[in-house]
């Protein structure tokens, strides 16, 4: 779990960071949108992870359009479980398909 974050910034909690994008799983192939969800002490780190874990899942490259912090629990699915993976460690990766 983050203690502190790399940055001028103080959280009372966890940092989870959400990344919009859009990823192929082959080349020339229509992309899939992806939100994805992940702790981590700051944005770098954040954009780092999430491309290592998306090239786990097998896409060849992605396009992160955004990212932002997670500032309220979410209470919609899937959304609330992703946040909860975040919290417990994992990076979620939400298809939208």
Do not use: W
């Amino acid at each position: 779990m983050i203690a502190t974050p790399d940055n001028d910034n103080t959280s009372d909690g966890p940092m989870v960071f959400i990344i919009i994008a859009k990823a192929y799983e082959e080349s020339g192939s229509d992309g899939i949108d992806l939100h994805i969800l992940l702790c981590a002490p700051d944005d770098d780190t954040a954009v780092r992870e999430a491309l290592n874990a998306l090239s786990e899942e097998g896409f060849l490259e992605a396009d992160l359009d955004q990212i932002g912090m997670v500032t309220e629990v979410p209470v919609d699915e899937p959304h609330a479980s992703a946040y909860q993976g975040a919290l417990e460690g994992e990076v979620a990766i939400i298809r939208f398909d």
